[in-house]
């Protein structure tokens, strides 16, 4: 079996404003840290409206459409711009989720990981937010249980910034666990524990500034891995946000490429006993460059080495 890489260079064609943070360089960041490894790379279909409509109404398609620039960039919220390529390259990443879904269900490769910007999970149903416009993750996880038959889905959140669009979209979901950690206090202030949605079947594990690797390995052992085995998930879904490292600009955790690693290889193990190896991966946030090639290179190698 192998390990599948999905990306497009459509979404270099997303806006680049000077001195924003989600920036075309990090897809470069990201093909340099994998460059070296054997991965099936394969280009990320555009996502079509049915799969979109599954988890946002055509309103907000429409909005997002009518709201591109004919030249330059336009705002749509209050840090999320568009250029005229932006909804080509939103298209891709959830064309790139599905088809990764697709793929790993339909026994083509172990596991799979999607480099696409602009990321996706801070979307909500009609609101795009936090440089993102729609929730790729989400839409991953109802086409699996609605094309593919699936039963249980778990996605794990491991960006530093809680991913308040997944928990909003799958609040009232009892067919996916949503198992998020991040920094609080933080943008979008959502995520506190507390927060456990309609069915009980969201695990919020709030970080607080300065938590490194060892503190981190801690609470998720405790509160997400068992709650993972317990769910019995028949597919894990990976927000894969790498701005919990400790050189990100935008946060202040203290995570490292070795935390990673470690958790990657954790998540793996569980899906070795629960379901068949099936793991896909999304590229969310990251916003150093360097360490940014090398947290995707430590990720994504762990799963080249288990999906072997």
Do not use: K
């Not at 390259?89 to 088809?99: I, P």
């Not at 990764?100 to 609101?127: I, K, S």
């Amino acid at each position: 079996m192998v390990t599948a890489l999905f990306t497009h260079s459509d979404c270099d064609d997303h806006v680049e404003l000077p001195s924003h943070p989600e920036q075309r360089a990090r897809l470069a960041a990201v093909a340099l840290g994998l460059a070296g490894l054997d991965l099936l790379r394969l280009p990320a279909p555009l996502g079509d409206d049915a799969d979109i409509l599954r988890c946002h109404p055509q309103r907000h398609i429409d909005r997002v459409r009518q709201s591109l620039p004919a030249l330059g960039w336009a705002q749509i919220d209050g840090d999320t711009y568009l250029s005229p390529g932006s909804l080509t390259a939103a298209r891709r990443g959830v064309g790139a989720a599905c088809a990764a879904v697709d793929l790993v269900l339909g026994g083509g490769a172990a596991n799979a990981f999607t480099a696409t910007r602009p990321p996706g999970h801070h979307a909500e149903a009609e609101t795009a937010m936090g440089f993102f416009l729609f929730n790729s993750i989400a839409i991953a996880a109802i086409r699996a249980l609605e094309v593919h038959g699936l039963s249980r889905v778990a996605i794990v959140d491991f960006d530093v910034h809680h991913g308040n669009g997944t928990q909003a979209l799958l609040w009232d979901e009892p067919r996916v666990l949503f198992a998020s950690s991040q920094q609080m206090p933080l943008y979008p202030g959502s995520g506190a524990a507390s927060e456990t949605g309609a069915q009980g079947q969201i695990v919020n594990v709030p970080l607080r500034a300065g938590t490194g690797g060892a503190e981190m390995r801690a609470a998720y052992a405790a509160q997400v891995f068992p709650r993972i085995e317990a769910f019995q998930p028949e597919l894990i879904l990976l927000s894969a946000g790498f701005d919990a490292h400790a050189c990100d600009p935008l946060a202040g955790l203290n995570w490292r490429e070795a935390d990673y690693q470690a958790l990657t290889g954790r998540i793996c193990d569980l899906a070795e006993q629960i379901c068949d190896r099936r793991v896909v991966s999304v590229l969310e946030g990251g916003y150093d460059l360097p360490a940014l090639a090398a947290s995707v290179a430590a990720h994504v190698g762990v799963l080249q080495e288990r999906g072997a």
